[in-house]
């Protein structure tokens, strides 16, 4: 995949670009603390495809939010940054691609601009995690001291990048194969080793979440038929019941399970990619 540098309305973002450069554009947008090497292994089975893999702000090479306790990730500003990103590709209409955290903000671009998105592919996701009502007053106050609390978070440094993949592996489902792209394009080198280049604030929580029938309401105005592809068995926070009665809520969408776990398209590249294929064409 060839690196790309864009101005999305004055911030700066890395992508990863695949396919040929006359085939329908193609972008994908990867999970929460992932970058653009998450696409890595099913870039290339997409030729049909220029597959254009974002680096989301604060993630992977792209940059950081501006450094502020009144400037926070949250899901509207990520809307706004794909749409600046696809403005900048001079994208007037393309297929869109997301990933856990980016199938969430992928559900709400199409949401957002019906017109442009022509069909939608959804990785473990459809619409934001949803507030939780019993914890909304403790995470509000909670994330709004982190947010004014000054000095910079210690970060972790790694004497190589094999040691960064083994934590990242033990962390998470992915095996350390499948994880490397990811942790290599995830760390900067700096005297002492290397360290993540993704900024410690997406690690904070977030103050304000929309409540269950507020993603509904916006999942209503996505008009691009869509295809959500699921793990089984299930990862627990995204339940079955709950994204069967979101998908009621999106006019045109089919649900189709694999075995494996929640990074499905590094697992298992070529049968996703076959259904990907298959809805895109």
Same mark, same amino acid.
């Given at each position: 995949?060839?690196?790309l540098?864009?101005d999305a309305a004055?911030?700066?973002?890395k992508?990863?670009v695949s396919?040929?450069?006359?085939?329908?554009?193609?972008?994908a947008?990867?999970g929460?603390?992932?970058n653009? @090497?998450?696409?890595e292994? *099913?870039?290339?089975?997409l030729?049909?495809h %220029? =597959?254009?893999? $974002?680096? &989301?702000p604060?993630?992977g090479?792209?940059?950081?939010?501006p450094?502020?306790?009144?400037?926070a990730y949250?899901?509207?500003?990520?809307?706004?940054?794909v749409l600046?990103a696809?403005d900048a590709l001079?994208?007037t209409?393309?297929?869109?691609?997301g990933?856990?955290l980016? @199938?969430?903000?992928a559900? *709400?671009?199409?949401?957002?601009?019906?017109? %442009? =998105?022509?069909r $939608?592919? &959804?990785?473990?996701?459809?619409?934001?995690?949803?507030d939780d009502?019993a914890?909304?007053l403790?995470?509000?106050?909670n994330a709004t001291?982190?947010?004014?609390r000054r000095g910079?978070?210690k970060r972790s440094?790694?004497?190589?990048?094999?040691?960064?993949v083994?934590?990242r @592996?033990?962390?998470?489902? *992915?095996?350390?194969a499948?994880?490397r792209?990811?942790v290599?394009?995830?760390?900067?080198r700096?005297?002492d080793?290397?360290?993540w280049?993704s900024d410690?604030?997406?690690?904070?929580?977030?103050?304000?979440r929309?409540?269950?029938?507020?993603?509904?309401r916006?999942?209503?105005?996505?008009a691009a038929?869509?295809?959500?592809?699921?793990?089984?068995?299930?990862?627990p926070?995204?339940?079955?019941?709950?994204?069967?009665e979101?998908?009621?809520?999106?006019?045109d969408?089919?649900?189709?399970?694999l075995?494996g776990?929640h990074?499905?398209?590094?697992e298992h590249?070529?049968?996703v990619?076959?259904?990907?294929?298959?809805?895109?064409?």
């Amino acid at each position: 995949m060839i690196e790309l540098d864009l101005d999305a309305a004055g911030l700066a973002l890395k992508a990863c670009v695949s396919g040929p450069a006359d085939a329908p554009p193609l972008l994908a947008l990867h999970g929460w603390l992932d970058n653009a @090497a998450s696409f890595e292994r *099913l870039a290339p089975r997409l030729n049909t495809h %220029r =597959v254009i893999a $974002l680096d &989301l702000p604060g993630h992977g090479r792209s940059a950081h939010l501006p450094a502020s306790p009144f400037v926070a990730y949250g899901i509207a500003e990520y809307v706004a940054v794909v749409l600046a990103a696809a403005d900048a590709l001079a994208l007037t209409h393309f297929d869109l691609l997301g990933h856990s955290l980016g @199938a969430g903000v992928a559900s *709400l671009v199409a949401a957002a601009a019906p017109e %442009r =998105v022509r069909r $939608l592919g &959804l990785i473990e996701g459809l619409g934001p995690l949803a507030d939780d009502p019993a914890r909304s007053l403790q995470r509000f106050r909670n994330a709004t001291l982190r947010r004014l609390r000054r000095g910079a978070r210690k970060r972790s440094v790694f004497p190589d990048i094999d040691t960064a993949v083994s934590v990242r @592996a033990a962390a998470t489902d *992915l095996p350390a194969a499948q994880a490397r792209g990811i942790v290599e394009r995830g760390l900067t080198r700096e005297n002492d080793g290397y360290r993540w280049s993704s900024d410690p604030r997406l690690t904070q929580p977030t103050p304000v979440r929309m409540d269950e029938a507020q993603i509904r309401r916006l999942l209503e105005g996505i008009a691009a038929p869509t295809l959500l592809l699921l793990a089984r068995p299930q990862t627990p926070y995204l339940p079955e019941t709950m994204l069967r009665e979101r998908a009621a809520h999106v006019a045109d969408i089919r649900i189709k399970h694999l075995d494996g776990h929640h990074h499905l398209h590094l697992e298992h590249p070529d049968a996703v990619a076959a259904h990907l294929r298959a809805h895109f064409a």
